[in-house]
């Protein structure tokens, strides 16, 4: 027992020793490169002295990296997490400064702005030895990981070892459709879901059918609080408020959180010792970091960005992702310029912030998720449930089968192989499901397509003034609203866009899904009110060829389906494969039905076109892969699985709807761990009293 604690002690010093003598050597070459890097007086000095100096700055630099680097992310939580980011350098080179100074003889010095380049090279190759190092010595990396995980089990009391019942981590790759994830797999593009797959006896690949509103606000509500009735779309208006509910919304998020759980009357999925990471909602879990639901919370709840100290407290992880967010900055510059030069079709703008609104998404959200989760893992919670948002993001706007797309998928197959490989060293063994919240649909956008929005289009039918000039319909986008979080700039919530008029028709856009809702008629309009006060726009919407269908409420026939040439099918009757809805697939008729039931549905919805032969439709906002409606492969997310647990479904049924997902999902924690029975007690950060609700044992 001595003996191994001497050997871990040694192998640890021989580890310091061997970044300290790097680190060294590093700072060395740096004062050759740089004129304005100096180790040595101005008379010059032995090559043994300017050794000497690099060696006890590259330790003070070291020192002060380890003690008070953490202590600064910690004071400085209080700006905004992008801030945080562009101060990393700043303070990385700070602490070189010191570093410099502490040398005797004052033979250390630089300009701050060469301190800033080498302290980021010195902090990225003492990363990069120390892991290898560990790489290289495997009883030492797990080592070091068990006394991680058993410093934390001993302070909450656990039990120690790998006997107990294995936790469950769910990782949502948003917006990534079973097709293209079976040809990135296929094509080996992801190595990590390639070999799942190949392996006998390892995962399960099946699709799953989404809801009409095939968005991430719709599906992920479903999918962790075991609701998403009376959810539309990604937005909607709401008449008896006056307001617009926005999915990406802190504050239109926790209330449909609320609405969920009192609906259910249940937590969520992750009130068993759960932690939700990047998510629109928290699951009810008490461990939460980036859950969009908890950015509305005031003091000490406001929980929404912890994760950022757990990664940012390594001044090499903020240098290695603040280098990853420029370089993404400059890649997506550059995709851009060449996809304008090769007059790629369809083809959106993406100049303004976009470029570091993709960074923020793939980058640093990607990496702090990730970090988060490992942490969750050494931690030995129960259940995870992270979503990584990066190829939503990009796909939108270069489209869900482009190069710039399946280069998002391989660098998050590089993550996923990380996870697993830290899987191999928690203190309890990990199930890892993978999933995604909807699929993308690509297409030219309808403006690009017919030279005016859809909010112009039913201007033109109510005869209302147009605008002579196409404006652009602003696009929806989770990670937009993050980086408003982020910045700690406030986000509009819900607000009416601007009408001349208060009678003047309200025209939201959720991808290829569209709701037109009129203030002036109170409650849900008819067509019959609708023909009477307004007797174009029915026909002009119908009859569009950018349009696949509408639905609206009749007084004589209750709702029914409008399409091209006066069809007219009531709700009661549709039918898949007939009539207007022939082209968008098995279960359309269903979840057309389902929506009709909803409080908040529209007084029109309207479904763009959808060309099976394709695959395409139109969004209705500037989104060349889009998401929301019906038709495609939107519609057609994926669900993948350690086979030693049950099948989702019966064999030959589908799984259809992101609540039936959840009950499948729960029913594998049960699998997993036993009866879902939350730890905490009511009231606690994401648990179901605060929102209106109770906790229900799911035994």
Request: a positive charge; charged letters at 20%.
């Amino acid at each position: 027992m001595g003996d191994g604690r001497w050997r871990t002690a040694g192998s640890a010093l021989m580890r310091v020793v061997v970044v300290w003598a790097v680190s060294t050597l590093t700072m060395l070459a740096l004062a050759g490169i740089l004129p304005d890097f100096q180790l040595q007086s101005d008379d010059g000095d032995s090559i043994t002295k300017i050794a000497f100096t690099a060696a006890w700055g590259a330790g003070a630099f070291g020192l002060l990296s380890a003690l008070v680097w953490p202590v600064l992310v910690r004071a400085l939580l209080i700006v905004p997490a992008l801030v945080l980011g562009m101060l990393v350098f700043f303070l990385n080179g700070s602490l070189l400064l010191v570093a410099l100074r502490l040398i005797p003889d004052g033979r250390g010095a630089a300009n701050p702005e060469t301190a800033v380049v080498v302290a980021a090279v010195m902090s990225a190759v003492a990363s990069a030895t120390s892991t290898a190092l560990a790489v290289r010595d495997d009883n030492a990396y797990r080592r070091r990981l068990s006394r991680l995980a058993d410093r934390r089990r001993r302070r909450s009391g656990a039990d120690s070892g790998r006997s107990g019942p294995p936790g469950t981590v769910f990782i949502q790759l948003d917006g990534v459709g079973h097709d293209v994830l079976a040809r990135a797999a296929e094509s080996r593009l992801m190595p990590t879901v390639a070999n799942w797959l190949a392996d006998e006896g390892g995962h399960r690949l099946t699709p799953w059918r989404t809801d009409w509103s095939s968005q991430t606000g719709a599906s992920q509500l479903g999918i962790l609080h075991g609701s998403n009735h009376d959810v539309p779309a990604f937005r909607w208006y709401e008449k008896e408020t006056g307001d617009v509910m926005v999915s990406s919304r802190p504050a239109s998020a926790i209330e449909l959180q609320r609405r969920a759980i009192a609906r259910t009357r249940d937590g969520g999925l992750l009130t068993l010792d759960g932690a939700s990471r990047g998510n629109l909602f928290s699951g009810g879990a008490d461990q939460l970091a980036l859950v969009l639901s908890m950015a509305a919370r005031l003091g000490k709840g406001r929980r929404s960005r912890a994760g950022y100290f757990a990664y940012f407290s390594d001044p090499a992880n903020a240098v290695r992702t603040a280098l990853s967010f420029v370089a993404e900055v400059c890649r997506e510059i550059g995709q851009s310029t060449r996809a304008r030069i090769r007059k790629d079709t369809p083809r959106i703008k993406r100049g303004g912030l976009y470029p570091f609104i993709r960074a923020f998404a793939t980058v640093v959200e990607r990496d702090v998720v990730v970090a988060a989760v490992i942490g969750d893992m050494f931690a030995g919670r129960t259940a995870v449930y992270a979503d990584l948002v990066a190829y939503d993001e990009v796909a939108h706007h270069s489209g869900p089968h482009s190069r710039d797309a399946e280069k998002v998928l391989a660098r998050l197959d590089r993550s996923l192989a990380l996870i697993v490989k830290v899987a191999e060293h928690t203190p309890r063994i990990y199930r890892i499901v993978l999933l995604s919240d909807h699929g993308q649909s690509p297409g030219e956008t309808f403006v690009g397509a017919y030279g005016l929005t859809l909010k112009n289009l039913v201007r033109a039918g109510c005869g209302l003034p147009v605008p002579r000039r196409a404006q652009r319909t602003r696009s929806g986008s989770e990670a937009r609203d993050a980086v408003r979080i982020a910045l700690h700039r406030p986000v509009e919530e819900g607000e009416v866009e601007h009408r001349a008029k208060p009678s003047d028709p309200v025209v939201l856009a959720s991808g290829n899904l569209g709701l037109i809702s009129f203030p002036d008629i109170e409650g849900r309009a008819s067509r019959e009110q609708l023909d009477r006060s307004r007797p174009a726009l029915l026909a002009t919407l119908a009859n569009h060829p950018g349009i696949g269908f509408l639905l609206v409420r009749s007084e004589r026939h209750g709702s029914v389906v409008l399409g091209r040439g006066g069809t007219e099918v009531p709700v009661s009757e549709l039918k898949d494969g007939e009539g207007p809805l022939a082209p968008f697939g098995p279960g359309a008729a269903a979840a057309v039905r389902r929506t009709d039931t909803f409080p908040h549905v529209a007084d029109i919805m309207v479904n763009s076109m959808h060309d099976g032969a394709t695959g395409c439709v139109h969004a209705f906002e500037e989104q060349i892969g889009s998401h929301g409606g019906l038709g495609g492969e939107q519609s057609r997310p994926f669900l993948l699985w350690p086979a030693d647990l049950s099948a989702p479904v019966a064999e030959g049924t589908e799984l259809v709807g992101a609540e039936q997902v959840h009950e499948v999902l729960r029913r594998w924690l049960r699998e997993c761990s036993g009866p879902q029975i939350p730890l905490a007690p009511p009231g606690v950060v994401g648990g179901a009293e605060e929102a209106g609700g109770t906790v229900r044992t799911a035994g």
